[in-house]
Nanobody, 125 residues
């Protein structure tokens, strides 16, 4: 059974940094795409970034380009999201998920099937 567990969320001041981790288990297939999403209260779930485990292809939402970096450790089966220069509007619950099609890079949440439980990121002064 595929499982994803996020961690690393915290309260941070504007301009600060956090690194989120997504630990994967139960992945028996060789190729997969992992996405990071976020959802703020009253807003729709938003795609942040995604990465392929096979060739490392990456996508970012325009709102985080230049500030967030996604990476993977295939040996440890962990996907990271390094978030720098955090802003108030980055406050949300952050989720990782696996794409339904392992060869489609997408930031649309409906293209993703298995989800973690989420980790809270709060940016506040």
């Amino acid at each position: 059974q595929v499982q994803l567990v996020e961690s690393g969320g915290d309260l941070v001041q504007p301009g600060g940094s956090l690194r989120l981790s997504c630990v994967l288990s139960g992945f028996t297939f060789p190729n997969y795409v992992i996405g990071w999403f976020r959802q703020a209260p009253g807003k729709e779930r938003e795609g942040v970034s995604c990465i392929s485990n096979s060739d490392g292809s990456i996508q970012y939402a325009d709102s985080v380009k230049g500030r967030f970096t996604i990476s993977r450790d295939n040996a440890k089966k962990v996907v990271y999201l390094q978030m720098n220069n955090l802003q108030l509007e980055d406050t949300a619950v952050y989720y990782c998920a696996t794409a339904r099609n392992p060869f489609v890079y997408s930031l649309v949440w409906r293209d993703f099937g298995s989800w973690g439980q989420g980790t809270q990121v709060t940016v506040s002064s």
